[in-house]
């Protein structure tokens, strides 16, 4: 079964608006997790790494007031889009990896973001 | 960043058919990981791959780590219409980026019934 649950699977808001995406870890608790945007028929972007108890760390082009990220427990991390515009519609993944493993990430079923 | 070539970029089967993608890369990666995407939905790890020349069989999926550490492939046998779907190789080496991985552009694998 699923290791790691995203909510919500699709949100459409108004341009302007903030939206909030959650990202939780099921069965293991994970000091990082990290956030994904993927455009159609395009493989992942890693946009940032979400650290529990410290500030996320941002991949080189990606606003961070835009993308507001917090990771307040050891099983849940958020990510904000904030003021959001059409060209912030867009496919939003998170992972997590298991503790004691250092490789395969475990993802989340996305949320299709679309801005009107 | 570390470039890793997926090919084909998409494929378009019978059903019944075997298929094979592969990716390849310039450098050397420690570990091979093979995920599948289904549309709406978040990548789906099928296969890892830690040693090289390990091969691996996961039901019907079948992917090898390349004996000089810079390619990997996956094979899909007797496919069936739920094989449809994006599939993505991902390789991690030492110095990687911050999640550890770089990802193939993806196989689109469309099957014809």
């Known amino acids: 079964g699923a290791v790691v649950s995203q909510h919500p699977s699709r949100v459409i808001c108004k341009s302007g608006t903030s939206v909030k995406i959650e990202c939780r870890s099921l069965d293991f608790q994970a000091t990082t997790m990290f956030w994904y945007r993927q455009f159609p028929k395009q493989s992942l972007m890693l946009m940032a790494t979400s650290n529990e108890g410290s500030k996320a760390t941002y991949e080189q082009g990606v606003e961070k007031d835009k993308f507001l990220i917090n990771h307040a427990s050891l099983t849940l991390s958020t990510l904000t889009v904030t003021s959001a515009h059409p060209e912030d519609s867009s496919f939003y993944i998170c992972?997590?990896?298991?503790?004691?493993?250092?490789?395969?990430?475990?993802f989340g079923n996305g949320t299709r973001l679309t801005v009107t | 960043g570390q470039q890793l070539n997926q090919s084909p970029q998409s494929m378009f089967i019978q059903e019944g058919e075997d298929v094979s993608m592969n990716c390849t890369s310039s450098s050397i990666f420690n570990t091979w990981l093979w995920y599948k995407q289904d549309p709406g939905e978040g990548p789906v790890l099928l296969i890892a791959l830690y040693k090289a020349g390990e091969l691996t069989s996961n039901g019907r999926l079948t992917a090898q780590f390349g004996t000089t550490r810079k390619d990997s492939f996956l094979n899909i046998s007797a496919s069936i219409p739920s094989d449809v779907g994006i599939y993505f190789c991902?390789?991690?080496?030492?110095?990687?980026?911050?999640?550890?991985?770089?990802f193939g552009k993806g196989t689109h694998l469309i099957i014809q019934p």
């Open positions: 992972s997590a990896r298991r503790p004691g493993t250092f490789t395969a990430l475990h």
């Open positions: 991902a390789g991690r080496y030492s110095g990687g980026g911050a999640d550890g991985l770089t």
